[in-house]
C-alpha cells in the first residue's frame, strides 16, 4: 500500500532535496572550518552592528559559505525590511530601542518600496 | 613533445576512480593519441588487474623513482590498443616510498613521451593524494551522487585549490536515471550547484561495467554500453570537443516510460 500513498496525494521533501540541504549545511562548516556555534556568533553579531543603522528582518538572515573564484566566500543574505534606512539623527539616535519602535510606526511611504532581500558580499557563482 | 598530465581523483573511496582512469586511457588511445596510465595507489595496486594487465607486470613505479629499472621497461604496453601503456603501482610498499618531487619528476618524464599521462589517485588527503597531484596540470575529481561522496569531493576540491592548480572538472559517476526522476537521488544539477564546478561527464550505471572489469575488459567495447559511450564523450572532452551531455533518461522498457509519463505529468519534473 505503501507506493498508493506515495502516488496519491504526500508530499514529503524527497530524499534527494533532503540530502541538498544536508550537504549544503555541512559544507558551510567544512569549508571555513568554523564550528556551528561561532557561525552563529557571527551571525548574530553581524545582526547587532546592522540592525543599529537598517530595519533588518532577523529571522529571515541566511549566511551562507560559499566556493568560488579559488577561493571560501562568506555571503550573508539579510532582508531589510522597510526600504529606507534608519533615521540617524541626535532625536532618533536618543530612543532607547530605535529598531523596535521604527518598525511598528506606520510608515505609508515605505508601503510601495518593498526593496526585498538585500545581498552583502557577491553573488554566488557558478563555474560552468 | 610536452604532454598533458592529468590526475583522477575524489577523496573518498570506491566511487570509480580506477575505473574512470583505465576507460579514460583505453578512449584516448582509441583516439589515437598516446596514453601512459599511471597507478599512483602504491601498496594498494588495482589499476592492472582493472585493466587486465596483472600477470605482465615485472617493474613498478617504485623501481623506476629508487632507480632498479628504466622507465621504459617498467611501462607494460596494452597489446588491444598500442597507443596505451600502464606505470603500475608498487605493491609490497606504502605511500611514504615516493615523495613528491620524485612524482613530479616522472610525470615531466612521462609527458616527454606520451600525449596523455593520466594518474589514478588513491582514496584520502594523506601523502598517497599529494604525490598523486604533484606533478599535475589539471585535476578530475570523480564523485557519486551520494552525500558521503560529494562532500569528500568539496574538500578535494578546495585542496587542489589550495595546490594552485585549476579547479578541477567534474565526472558524476554511477548515476541512476530511475531513482533521479523518482528524486530518490541527487540529480546532476543538485551536484553542480553545491560544488560549484565544472562539469566535465555524466556516468550512468551501468552493470556492464562490472562484467567487463571482471574480465578485465573495457566497458568501451561492449557494445550499446551507455557507461562506454560516456567514457568515450568524456575522453572528446579532455581534447578539447564539445560534445553535447548524454540524455540521461532513456526510461528502461515500457513500465518505466509509462511511470515517466505518469510522474511527468502530475509534476512536471524531468530527471
Not at chain 1, 577561493?71 to 534608519?86: F, S, V, W, Y
Not at chain 2, 574512470?20 to 601512459?36: C, D, E, P, Q, R
Not at chain 2, 589499476?47 to 613498478?60: K, P, S
Not at chain 2, 561495467?209 to 550499446?224: D, M
Request: hydrophobic share 40%; glycine share 8%; with cysteine.
Amino acid at each position: 500500500m505503501g507506493f498508493l500513498i506515495t502516488w496519491f496525494g504526500r508530499r514529503e521533501k524527497s530524499s534527494s532535496s533532503v540530502a541538498k540541504d544536508r550537504l549544503l549545511e555541512v559544507l558551510i562548516h567544512d569549508r571555513i572550518k568554523l564550528p556551528p556555534a561561532t557561525l552563529d556568533q557571527i551571525r548574530q553579531e553581524i545582526l547587532e552592528v546592522l540592525s543599529k543603522y537598517i530595519d533588518v528582518d532577523k529571522n529571515g538572515m541566511e549566511v551562507s559559505i560559499t566556493r568560488a573564484d579559488g577561493g571560501a566566500h562568506l555571503t550573508a543574505n539579510i532582508p531589510i525590511r522597510r526600504g529606507e534606512a534608519l533615521d540617524l539623527s541626535d532625536d532618533a539616535a536618543a530612543e532607547e530601542h530605535p529598531t523596535p519602535s521604527r518598525a511598528n510606526r506606520p510608515a505609508p511611504q515605505a508601503a510601495g518600496r518593498n526593496s526585498g532581500p538585500q545581498s552583502f558580499g557577491p553573488p554566488r557563482k557558478r563555474r560552468h | 613533445m610536452a604532454g598533458h598530465v592529468i590526475t583522477i581523483t575524489s577523496g573518498k573511496g570506491g566511487v570509480g576512480k580506477t575505473t574512470t582512469t583505465a576507460n579514460l586511457g583505453i578512449a584516448l588511445a582509441s583516439y589515437n593519441h598516446k596514453v601512459a596510465v599511471v597507478d599512483a595507489d602504491i601498496g594498494l595496486r588495482n589499476l592492472d588487474v582493472v585493466m587486465g594487465l596483472e600477470n605482465r607486470i615485472v617493474y613498478d613505479l617504485v623501481d623506476v623513482v629508487e632507480g632498479r629499472c628504466r622507465l621504459r621497461q617498467a611501462m607494460i604496453k596494452d597489446k588491444r590498443f598500442p597507443e596505451l601503456a600502464l606505470l603500475p603501482a608498487a605493491q609490497t610498499r606504502d605511500k611514504n616510498a615516493v615523495k613528491p618531487q620524485e612524482m613530479a619528476q616522472l610525470c615531466r618524464d612521462l609527458a616527454r613521451e606520451f600525449e596523455y599521462v593520466l594518474i589514478d589517485s588513491p582514496a584520502g588527503i594523506e601523502q598517497g593524494f599529494k604525490n598523486a597531484i604533484a606533478g599535475a596540470e589539471e585535476v578530475l575529481i570523480v564523485t557519486n551522487p551520494e552525500v558521503s561522496a560529494v562532500r569528500d569531493a568539496d574538500r578535494i576540491i578546495g585542496m587542489v585549490e589550495a595546490a594552485e592548480l585549476p579547479t578541477p572538472r567534474l565526472i558524476l559517476n554511477r548515476v541512476r536515471s530511475d531513482m533521479v526522476r523518482r528524486k530518490e537521488m541527487m540529480s546532476v544539477d543538485d551536484v553542480l550547484e553545491i560544488l560549484a564546478v565544472e562539469l566535465l561527464g555524466v556516468v550512468p550505471e551501468d552493470n556492464a561495467v562490472v562484467t567487463t572489469t571482471n574480465r578485465g575488459e573495457s566497458v568501451i567495447q561492449e557494445k550499446g554500453s551507455r557507461a562506454g559511450i560516456a567514457y568515450l564523450n568524456i575522453a572528446r572532452r579532455i581534447q578539447g570537443e564539445t560534445v553535447p551531455f548524454m540524455e540521461l533518461d532513456a526510461s528502461d522498457g515500457f513500465i518505466g516510460k509509462l511511470a515517466t509519463w505518469w510522474k511527468g505529468s502530475r509534476t512536471g519534473a524531468k530527471a
